[in-house]
């Protein structure tokens, strides 16, 4: 019955010529982003998001991370990171950036993730890996970057990952593997089998 009631009054707005209230209550009622924050488990989950300044402000005003370890982007569209949503250093140990369209991932985005762990970022379309992506998130131990367009990685950067033991590269355009590090030789296999699919024969990896 209420729903009945819903379309009628649609049906009335229509009627009187008010689209553009038709067209404000469509936007309210779905493209709106929202935040949805489990504090008992410590994570938050981010949807229906674009790089649009207003869709990040409604975002950033009522998002709290104090206690937040886990932040999941889910059903969004974007094609770089939302910078503006994290200002300053969180306790954020897991970030889900997966299926949004990111093209491109640089050290400024990961800049206020000091205590990161895990970083999905499969199926997008990121083409690069820069060398200084980890700088400021020396603790990871996981990597998800299948399903990309990656056809530039910067070794270094990810040797330079101590705690690193996990790195799925599947799906991209120079490399093809996944790996599961137990010690540091099984790094250095990786780091050898990811130059030779990246670059040349010739090419020979300065640490």
């Given at each position: 019955?209420?729903?009945?009631?819903?379309?009628?009054?649609?049906?009335?707005?229509?009627?009187?010529?008010?689209?553009?209230?038709?067209?404000?209550?469509?936007?309210?009622?779905?493209?709106?982003?929202?935040?949805?924050?489990?504090?008992?488990?410590?994570?938050?989950?981010?949807?229906?998001?674009?790089?649009?300044?207003?869709?990040?402000?409604?975002?950033?005003?009522?998002?709290?991370?104090?206690?937040i370890k886990t932040l999941k982007f889910t059903n969004s569209v974007l094609w770089e990171f939302p910078r503006e949503l994290i200002t300053k250093p969180s306790k954020i140990e897991n970030l889900y950036i997966n299926n949004l369209g990111l093209q491109q991932i640089i050290l400024y985005d990961l800049k206020f993730f000091p205590s990161l762990k895990v970083i999905i970022a499969s199926e997008n379309s990121i083409e690069s890996l820069p060398q200084e992506l980890f700088d400021k998130t020396p603790n990871i131990e996981k990597l998800d970057f299948r399903d990309n367009r990656l056809s530039e990685i910067d070794m270094g950067s990810l040797?330079?990952?101590?705690?690193?033991?996990?790195?799925?590269?599947?799906?991209?355009?120079?490399?093809?593997?996944?790996?599961?590090?137990?010690?540091?030789?099984?790094?250095?296999?990786?780091?050898?089998?990811?130059?030779q699919s990246c670059f040349p024969d010739n090419y020979q990896l300065q640490l």
């Amino acid at each position: 019955m209420k729903s009945l009631w819903i379309i009628f009054i649609l049906v009335f707005i229509v009627d009187i010529g008010d689209t553009k209230l038709l067209k404000g209550l469509k936007e309210k009622l779905i493209d709106s982003p929202f935040a949805k924050c489990n504090v008992r488990k410590s994570e938050c989950t981010i949807s229906q998001l674009t790089n649009e300044p207003r869709d990040i402000k409604k975002i950033s005003q009522k998002l709290d991370l104090k206690r937040i370890k886990t932040l999941k982007f889910t059903n969004s569209v974007l094609w770089e990171f939302p910078r503006e949503l994290i200002t300053k250093p969180s306790k954020i140990e897991n970030l889900y950036i997966n299926n949004l369209g990111l093209q491109q991932i640089i050290l400024y985005d990961l800049k206020f993730f000091p205590s990161l762990k895990v970083i999905i970022a499969s199926e997008n379309s990121i083409e690069s890996l820069p060398q200084e992506l980890f700088d400021k998130t020396p603790n990871i131990e996981k990597l998800d970057f299948r399903d990309n367009r990656l056809s530039e990685i910067d070794m270094g950067s990810l040797l330079a990952l101590k705690n690193l033991r996990f790195l799925d590269l599947t799906g991209n355009v120079c490399i093809d593997e996944k790996y599961d590090f137990k010690d540091e030789k099984q790094m250095t296999k990786a780091s050898n089998t990811i130059v030779q699919s990246c670059f040349p024969d010739n090419y020979q990896l300065q640490l």
